[in-house]
């Protein structure tokens, strides 16, 4: 059944069918064919099981608070606030656009919403101002990768349930690291505009900063209220989702008052619409994951690359190189879940911090996918 599962699940990816679709009709056909007489309700019971971690209840509402911001003001007022203080210096326009990829990290946690949000309004600017559409796309997609890193990532969510490690310190563990790739890709941008002379815009006024700090210095209370709530111990991960959603709501209604019925509900459709699709593909991640061990794969296969006695950087160096190839054909989500617990009791043994090995995990399922 292994062997039918290599074959006929990059077979149906190649067909096009959907990654949900992959997972489950995938292992359910393997099952059916190669396991007779097995119990097909156990199946069912995996899916739900991987659905069931109260911790999960993080990513609907972050994805909500993301989908609120995006449908009012608050990525528009974002952008016009760093463009004001730095969009005339050389590679100001493609620094705002990282600063504010990372900054929207902060609200959703996620690469897609993040692209959806600054993209559309960064990629005309940078176009105009000079820059090749290849930079200005590979620009907006990498940047978007920091959000993975930024708390509250849905990455991080995942990976806590799937190893048991505590949510909280991934989140703190993933700002160094998001900071960092932030200051590398603002040097590149700086260089880069500087040697070839484009994108240089006039330096807005002081009047103009000062309107932009008022309208957008609101936005800083999203990283206040989930990154400080939970390191001050006020919140936990779920309770700090939702107080993002309660004050996104508190800002586009009362503050910029750009949010209509018909917006809140798309945005709850929304919402609704991309937790399905997440929490499926976790429940697949669950099925398929389960039945792996119930073959014995992990346990036949797993040990031929480690060894008997692995070295912490022997670990980091196998399961990252594993990570990325996976990710190059399946969705971050799925790699994590289903690759995670399979791995990380390698990482304890070899003494390797599981912390660490989160952080790490996630910005390689970024940077694969």
Known sequence: MTTFLVMIMPL???????????????????????????????????????????????????????????????????????????????????????????????????????????????????????????????????????AILIPPSIGFIVYGVATSTSVGKLYLSGIGPGLLIFALFSIYCFSNSKIKKIGIVSKAPWKERLKATKEGFWLFGFPLIIVGGIYTGIFSPTEAAAASVAYALFLELLIYRSLTIKKIVDALLSTGIITSVVFILIGGGQVLSWILSYLLVPQQVVPLLMGADPSPLKVIIIINIIYFIACMFVDPVVAIYVLSPIFHPYVIRAGVDPVFMGALVTLQVAIGS
């Open 12 to 146: 149906m990816l190649f067909l096009g069918f959907p990654f949900m679709v992959i997972l489950l009709g995938g292992v359910l056909l393997g099952v059916i064919l190669f396991l007779p007489g097995f119990d097909l309700t156990m199946l069912v019971q995996q899916t739900l099981t991987g659905m069931k971690p109260f911790a999960l209840v993080c990513i609907p509402m972050f994805i909500l608070a993301a989908n609120l911001a995006t449908s009012g003001q608050a990525a528009r007022r974002l952008i016009r606030l760093i463009r004001a203080y730095i969009g005339h210096i050389p590679g100001g326009l493609p620094i705002t656009t990282t600063a504010a990829c990372t900054m929207f990290g902060a609200v959703s946690g996620s690469t897609q919403a993040t692209v959806a949000a600054i993209g559309g309004t960064m990629r005309p600017m940078l176009m105009e101002a000079g820059y090749s559409s290849s930079f200005t796309l590979g620009l907006i997609i990498n940047s978007s990768d920091i």
